[in-house]
């Protein structure tokens, strides 16, 4: 069968995964049918129903240990009546292809699919084992997918490296030229229920046990907790790369000390930049606030919903230790979501230096940096285990388009869908050809 990545993407975006429910037997239906017509033998995984993940193998010499192609295939929600096109139609309009999980993460599968074939027909030798998989329920917390497969299946994941989302070449950031990131690492997500029982009563009487009142104090003042901004490793090669663009940075690069870094990043107010904040920051958000249903009855009760996030390095225990101190009420109750600590990768590798050369190589006077993923990914679960993982997609993507990741209209350009594919498929050769 001859593949077309535009028409298998259009296809791929049709399947309805949205998780919740999921549903991902569509997809791993999807993949199935192709690989059953290429004779390739795969293998699905199935923890509850209609929850499926699937993984397929390319037999290599064993020199390395194996390499997985690794993307998910649940979606976040899409509220049709909010986007301008069916976000479930697959539709192709002004040369982009159009759909939920266009850029996270169905067209990398895509990609990663179009390398795997191709190194399977033209019959390359290679030096490792090379797994595509596709996984269920990334975007829930992985427990019907990363996180089961590892748990249960633990030798059939075992490898060397992971290829995972992390982020794409990016316009639109420097002017005139490309930023082509690789994310060697992520933040962990702790996620908490804040409790708080307290007595209800007459409106017209406050008794001063208002749970209400007293949770919203707490919470207020955890979030007046200014933390000190800290530079991890990632952060600061991406800031020494990004000096390329920014002559600002000029300083720091040549005394190379951190206190230079962030003295520049305060004194140019890069720090009301969220997304450079978040870089340099264990960050917090209260998202949810739930008490009462009257006007002058006291409640009994209140909860809150706060998001943190913690830089790589951060111990969860202390992490815990200072929202507690912070809070300063014994009555609160926490009760965890999520809970994980940032990860990352070192970047001192040689298959590091391999996809960023093949990054410059394919896309020449671009700028090539290290990207701190603020959100998480399941390269978490892999990098627990000490497997290092990268995350990228080697697609040039307008900056502004990169919104529409959770967000609506989400979409990506054929010629971005088809470049990207030839990158990958160079990258995946490159990395575990027998012959380099
Ligand atoms: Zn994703």
């Known amino acids: 069968m001859n593949f077309d990545a535009a028409e298998l993407l259009s296809r791929y975006l049709r399947l309805d995964t949205s998780n919740p429910p999921g549903n991902e037997h569509l997809a791993a239906n999807f993949w199935a049918d192709i690989f059953s017509g ?11 129903p209609g929850r499926v993940s699937i993984r397929a193998e390319l037999k290599g010499s064993g020199q390395g240990a194996p390499l997985i192609l690794l993307h998910h295939t649940d979606v976040i929600a899409a509220d049709r009546n909010e986007w301008s096109f069916d976000p479930f139609g697959g539709e192709i309009i002004d040369g982009y292809i159009c759909g939920r999980g266009a850029l996270d993460t169905k067209s990398l599968g895509i990609m990663q699919l179009l390398a795997f074939l191709d190194i399977r027909r033209r019959n390359l030798p290679l030096s ?20 089961y497969l590892l748990r249960e299946h633990p030798r059939e994941f075992d490898a060397s490296l992971v290829l995972n989302e992390g982020s794409y070449v990016v316009e639109g950031i420097v002017p005139d030229r490309l930023l082509a990131m690789i994310s060697p690492g992520e933040k962990g997500p702790c996620w908490m229920r ?42 600061a090669e991406y800031f020494r790369r990004m000096s390329q663009a920014w002559d600002f940075l000029m300083p720091y690069i040549e005394d190379g000390r951190e ?15 969220p997304q450079v904040n978040a870089m340099l920051r264990n960050t917090i958000s209260l998202n949810s606030l739930h ?10 009760y209140a909860e809150a919903e706060i998001d943190t996030r913690l830089l790589p ?9 200072f929202i507690k101190k912070q809070l300063a009420d014994d009555e609160i109750q926490i009760e965890f979501i999520m809970k994980g600590e940032g990860n990352a990768s070192t970047m001192d590798t040689a298959d590091y230096v ?16 290290p990207y701190l993923m603020l959100g998480t990914t399941d390269s978490r679960f892999f990098r627990e285990k000490g497997v290092i993982s990268y995350g990228f997609c080697p697609a040039v993507i ?21 470049k990207g594919t030839d990158v990958y498929k160079d990258i995946v050769v490159r990395l575990c050809s027998d012959t380099k």
């Open 38 to 48: 290429e004779d390739i033998p795969y293998r699905l995984y199935e923890p509850s």
């Open 128 to 147: 490792r084992d090379l797994v595509f998989l596709a996984t269920a329920d990334e975007e829930s917390g992985a427990d019907n997918g990363v996180e």
């Open 194 to 235: 804040l409790k708080r029982k307290g007595q209800p009563g007459h409106g017209s009487t406050p008794h001063g046990l208002n749970p209400l009142e007293r949770l919203s104090e707490a919470v207020n003042r955890l979030l007046d907790q200014s933390r000190e901004p800290r530079v991890t490793p990632i952060v």
């Open 259 to 273: 206190e230079t870094l962030l003295r520049i990043i305060v004194e140019n107010d890069l720090l009301s930049v």
């Open 291 to 300: 008490s009462g249903n009257k006007v002058n009855v006291i409640p009994s």
């Open 313 to 321: 390095g951060q111990k969860m225990d202390e992490w815990i230790a």
């Open 354 to 369: 391999t996809i960023e050369a093949a990054l410059l190589d394919h896309y020449p006077g671009a700028i090539s940096a």
């Open 398 to 418: 307008p900056g502004e388009h990169l919104k529409s990741i959770h967000g609506t209209d989400e979409k990506i350009g054929i010629n971005s869908l088809l």
